[in-house]
Structures are given as C-alpha cells and as structure tokens.
C-alpha cells in the first residue's frame, strides 16, 4: 500500500499537479492521498491581508487563519484533486480529520510557541480507510483535522500523511511512504539538483540540520519520515514525481 504526500508547490503549479494526478491514479498499487497546500494558504492570507506566519515549517494558525485555510484545504484544494481523480476514473473520496472521524487531533499546547488551533495527531481511524480502500475508493485527506469537540485544527500535511502510513502499517499493511514535493530528493546543496542524499540516518540528519543544510518545511517532513520507520512503515522516499517514478531520491533509514 501506499501513502502519497503532495506539497504546496506541486499544487500550485497546474502543470506539476496534473501530472502527479496522473501518476497516482495509474498505479496498480492501493494508494491513499494526502496533500498541504501550503503555497496557495499564504496567497490567500495574504490577498485577504492577513500576512501568513510560519516557525519551523509549521503555520501559527489564529482564529482567522483557521477559517481560511480550512477554505483552502477542506475545501477548493481537496475537492479539486477529488475531481481531478475523477476525471481519472479514480472513484476519489476528499475527507478532513472530522469526515468518520478519520483524524483525531488536540489543540497543540502552548510551550515557547503559541502555535493556537494547531493539531497534534492523537489518532488515525485506520479500520474507515481500511474499508474505504476496500470498497474501492481513493482517500484524498487534507491537513485539517478536528479534536472531538467541535474545533477545527490545522496540522502540518506531512504529519498527517506520517500518521496515516503509521496506522495502516499498525493493522497489517506494508506500507511505502513517498513524500513528493519540488526537488529531486535532500539536497546538499540546495541550489544544485544534482546533490540529492540518497540515504539518511539520524545521525547525518541531525549533522545536516545543525549545519542549516536541511532548514524549513523539510524539518517537519524528516522528523515525520523517522517516526514512520520507527513505527514499523517498510520505506519513506522523498522527491519530485521523477524520482519517485524512477525509484531515485531520498530514502530514509533506522541506523
Ligand atoms: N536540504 C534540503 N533539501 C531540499 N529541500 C530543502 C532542504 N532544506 C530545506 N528545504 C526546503 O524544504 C522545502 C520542502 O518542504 P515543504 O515546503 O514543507 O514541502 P512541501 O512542498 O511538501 O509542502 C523545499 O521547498 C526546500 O525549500
Ligand atoms: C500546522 C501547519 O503548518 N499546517 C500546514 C498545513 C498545510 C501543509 O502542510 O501544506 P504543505 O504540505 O504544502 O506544506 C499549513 O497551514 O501550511
């Protein structure tokens, strides 16, 4: 089974998502959907003059932020990948985290940082993909989740995906993560494509990240590909739909 992720710049480029549209639904494989949206959340925020705020690749989400990106995500992105997929011949279903409960979020604490209606993932309803797979439906889940009581919560696309491949691994599957995103894999050198790390450990990540190597939204993204493998997920690869298409990019490894 596999668990697509596909970010913020891949949606905003009309071109690069139609092509990772095609892609997805071509494979044999039972797959699910998540995507972020990130890129096109700032443009809204900020045509609607609200400049957008972000603290290691994670959104602090304000009331008003919240309703916006719920917009963005639960609503125009989501349903236009749903009918992208259909378009396909994909039967695709779009689902938030509050859609059968499908992801379980509590508003992130306040530490250093007051992230506000941010979500940290308490669970995945593994057993209502499961049977949504079955019935032969293509989950499309976007990064907005719900805590049980009513609140809406924004959590980091990559998380959700992270926590979505942990849980069908947990009830049996084997599962691939493949995290697509703009460039062909980690880069050494972000400015030379050519520079992909074909494998990662925690060691050279941590080595990477205290040199600034590996900064922003690929933060949040590795520490979410640890946690999958270290939750019994078979493989996380990371590039851009050449990559994975190829087998290439970046592969992250327990030791
Ligand atoms: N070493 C690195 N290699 C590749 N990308 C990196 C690296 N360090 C930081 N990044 C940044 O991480 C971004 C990917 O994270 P993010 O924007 O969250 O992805 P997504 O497109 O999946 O939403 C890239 O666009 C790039 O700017
Ligand atoms: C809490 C948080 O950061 N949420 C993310 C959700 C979208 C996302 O992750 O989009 P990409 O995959 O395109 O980055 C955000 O608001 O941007």
Redesign the pocket.
Known sequence: MIVY??????INNPATLHEALDFIAEGLTPSLLVH?G?RRADQVLSELGHAPRMID?RRITDQTTLEIVTMVFAGSINKEIVAQLQSRGNNAIGLSGADGNAVLARKRPVGKVDYGYAGDVLAVNGALLDGLLRLGLRPVLCPITHDRRGQLLNTN??TIANEVAKALAAVGHEVSLQ?C???P????D?NDPASVITLLNPDSYAN?REKG??????I??LDNAFAAINAGVREVVIGNLAALREGAGTRIRQH
Request: no cysteine.
């Open positions: 992720k596909i970010g913020g710049n891949i972020g990130g690749g696309a990559d995290y995103f703009e460039l894999g980690v880069l050494r972000i990477y190597v590996i900064s922003a939204g690929m949040p993204k």
